[in-house]
């Protein structure tokens, strides 16, 4: 599978899609788009990550996506709000209330309102103690009554006058109302301290806007390679908070085949907060999934969904023409867009299980952006720390190998061990890994481990996820024949 990284490099698109309602992009974001990718060459070397797959079909195009358009976006101003009145509600109360205690000729209970006129009587003034009981009784009542009727007056009065708001304001303020921990909401406010939006200004204009996230208390930012490589020798980098707060970066070290940089802050403040790492191996499809980032320039965006799948084979261009990247990925349904490179994806539980990288998108041709449909990849955290802790250390990346050059055909139902390697060289390095398990060219390897390999880039990605060093089995066919070997995985630092 190939995709496309999905951070904005480049140079500034002549059309761009619509902005969703949200604030609007600065008017200094970055511009640009990254340069197309060269095409596919015949042979590839799993231990150089120059080289390019196949071109996908037309329904999964892979073109680099355009820059955020630095113009703000309209608003159309909401509808006025209807008064209670106007709206209908709350319907009025009935006329006259009933109550059930009582007695009437109907069986029903007495109406209550002002008392009535008195009565005269021209029965004797000597009256028996139980009577003068029942009319202090029935005063009582009426005294009830009439304080009733006043009562509902006053509700009906003010219900109909559409001036006098009837609604209740809830106690305390936004400020004090808290998340559980476990809620999305929760996540988000615990993580969005720790996320940065990247600036990248090439010294020759090219530019783009990414994510990256802290990675230690020193003020280490992991990010991806394409995020910061136009950059890297002789541009700017700058991170902002989610307070505003803006620092210089310098690159500390990329890995051009992981897709992983780590930069530092040139003067890092006090009580950086690092965002928790998990463990990628343990997540299952399923899973919820957090996506912080700055979609076309949007920072401090959240979005949801779950794991879609592991151990996507993802192949995706750098963005400016050079080498490969390769992953064992996670895939994802949280919408993922340019600018959300770099960024974290979080378990439900706020711990760092992948970095977003690529999407996958749909016709996309010529300069137009390409959007979130759902196919969203991230390397996982587990190799990603690897890499940046080589970084951090050395400053460059080590890479495991099996000393053999494959195909970057997709429709050969394995990994070929091509005929020639790269510059005329033998396929298979002498003294190598897949030298001295056996490995021939022509060997088609099928399955690394138990996972099935479909192709060239499947290959790579799977040895990637592993340490030099490390001993794996390789299953592979010669000659309509299937066989097993054993393999101790060789090493290569940088990129050359």
Known sequence: ???????????????????????PVPADAPQGIPGSAPAAPPHHDATAPQQQPAAPAQDHATTPMAPVPAGAPQYAPPPAPQSAADAGWPPPPPAVPAYAHGHGAQGGGPVWGPP??????????????????????????????????????????????????TTVAASGTPQDLKRDPGTVAGVAAKALPSVV???????????????????????????????????????????????????????????????????????????????????????????????????????????????????????????????????????????????????PLLSAGGAVIGINSAIQSTGSTGQSQAGSIGLGFAIPINQAKNVAQQLIKTGQPVYPVIGATVTMDEKTGGAVISEQGAGGTEAVTKGGPAARAGLRAGDVITKFNDTVVDSGPTLIGEIWTHQPGDKVTLTYKRGGKTSTVEVTLGERKGDS
């Open 1 to 23: 599978m190939s995709t496309e990284n999905e951070g904005n490099e480049g140079t500034a698109a002549e059309a761009a899609p619509s902005v969703p309602s949200a604030p």
């Open 116 to 165: 009535g006129q008195p009565q005269t009587s021209d029965a004797p003034r000597k009256r028996r103690a139980g009577g003068l009981v029942a009319a202090v009784a029935v005063a009582a009542l009426v005294a009830g009554g009439v304080g009733g009727a006043l009562g509902f007056w006053a509700a009906d009065s003010n219900g109909s006058d559409s001036s006098v708001s």
């Open 197 to 343: 939006t990247i600036d990248a200004q090439g010294g020759d204009g090219e530019g783009g806007t990414g994510t990256g996230f802290v990675y230690d208390k020193e003020g280490h930012i992991l990010t991806n390679n394409h995020v910061v490589a136009s950059a890297a020798d002789s541009g700017q980098l700058t991170a902002t908070f989610s307070n505003g707060k803006k620092y210089d970066a310098e690159v500390v070290g990329r890995a051009q085949g992981y897709d992983v940089a780590v930069l530092k802050l040139k003067n890092p403040p006090q009580g950086l907060t690092p965002l928790p790492l998990g463990n990628s191996d343990q997540v299952a499809v399923g899973d919820s999934t957090i996506a912080i980032g700055a979609p076309f320039g949007l920072s401090n965006t959240v979005t949801t969904g779950i794991i879609s799948a592991k151990n996507r084979p993802v192949a995706s261009g750098d963005g400016s023409g050079g080498s490969n990247s390769y992953m064992s990925a996670l895939q994802t349904d949280a919408s993922i867009n340019p600018g959300n490179s770099g960024g």
